[in-house]
């Protein structure tokens, strides 16, 4: 099955910048969104961004202005830069990607996951 595999993670101090990676191990059809979500010890996962197969993203209110996504759904590549980073943004972070289709009436959706990069934030 078609995996997904996140790279860049890892320790930075306050202020600092890092950019995440994501790619497919194989080729993936029909991508409608491709997503970064993260998750922090004793909370729920969120979504931190998103972009559509048509350009537009999306950014929780926390990382707005900071962090920017983008990604290609052709190479089913995803980027995640993450400047000004301070230490409520040390979570494990993990890319998304999303494959919708229909044949006649019926509708298919697929997710893919990575396992996860840990972005640690601290002095």
């Known amino acids: 099955q078609v995996q997904l595999v996140e790279s860049g993670g890892g320790l930075v101090q306050p202020g600092g910048s890092l950019r995440l990676s994501c790619a497919a191990s194989?080729?993936?059809?029909?991508?409608?969104?491709m997503n970064w979500y993260r998750r922090a010890p004793g909370k729920e996962r969120e979504l931190v961004a998103s972009?559509?197969?048509?350009?537009?993203?999306t950014y929780d209110d926390s990382v707005k202005g900071r962090f920017t996504i983008s990604g290609d759904t052709a190479k089913n590549t995803l980027s995640l830069q993450m400047n000004s980073l301070n230490p409520e943004d040390t979570a494990v972070y993990y890319c998304n990607i999303i494959s919708e289709s229909h044949k006649g009436w019926d509708r298919y959706r697929r997710d893919y996951w990575g396992q996860g990069t840990q972005v640690t934030v601290s002095s």
């Open positions: 972009l559509t197969s048509g350009g537009a993203t």
């Open positions: 194989g080729k993936i059809y029909y991508i409608t969104t």
